[in-house]
């Protein structure tokens, strides 16, 4: 790694631009910052769920490891022209996911956010990593050189952080929450 920064403010910033990694600079609001920004925010509520109690080793382990693809996930899109994430990466994601779902029951109903704190927290992850991946999509539609394989890992991580709430509500005592879509009844029509 180059330098390492020893002061943190820059002022480069002040005009409503950043500096991407590859050294060109960019609107702060532009499609690019947008999307690595948000996978930073979803690295960011994969924290939480891990500060959580209750997550046991296999969730800690996977997690963590999804961490680390994540920075150098939103390494690729900081810097154009970057490769980081392989298509064994999503591979890997989509069999942890089989392994985590494989011994749960199958779901008849939605499940609300909810069951307990880690669960919680997990479902945010899960909310922020599908808005990652919808500002992926815009950005490759901007640039069509930023790779599928950044949107196809961020689909199956919500996939497997989906079937991770279901783990950690299940794992917490608090069990799923769900979705009582006949709990009062409509009006009719006309």
């Known amino acids: 790694m180059g330098n390492r920064l020893s002061k943190i403010y820059t002022r480069t910033g002040d005009d409503g631009t950043t500096g991407l ?12 910052v947008e999307a690595y920004g948000t996978v930073d925010e979803l690295n960011s509520t994969i924290g939480m769920v891990l500060a959580s109690d209750g ?11 999804i961490q680390h693809e994540l920075f150098d996930l939103g390494g690729e899109l900081c810097v154009p022209g970057m490769v980081t994430i392989q298509d064994a ?4 994601l989509e069999s ?3 392994g985590f779902n494989e011994p749960l029951p199958p779901l ?18 899960r909310t922020v990593c599908r808005r990652a991946e919808r500002a992926v999509i815009r950005l490759r539609r ?16 919500s996939d497997l952080l989906f079937v991770l ?26």
């Not at 901007?142 to 991580?157: D, G, I, S």
């Open 21 to 32: 990694g590859d050294g060109s600079r960019v609107p702060k609001d532009s499609v690019r």
């Open 55 to 65: 997550v046991d080793d296999a969730v800690r382990e996977a997690l963590t490891q």
């Open 89 to 92: 990466d999503i591979a890997r």
């Open 96 to 98: 942890v996911l089989d």
């Open 108 to 125: 008849k109903e939605f499940i609300l956010p909810g069951g307990g704190m880690a669960a919680s927290c997990c479902h945010l992850a």
């Open 142 to 157: 901007e640039e069509p050189e930023v790779r599928a394989q950044t949107q196809r890992y961020l689909n199956r991580l």
């Open 165 to 190: 709430c279901r783990v950690l509500a299940r794992a917490g005592g608090h069990g799923e929450v769900l979705w009582q879509h006949e709990r009062r009844p409509r009006p009719k029509a006309g």
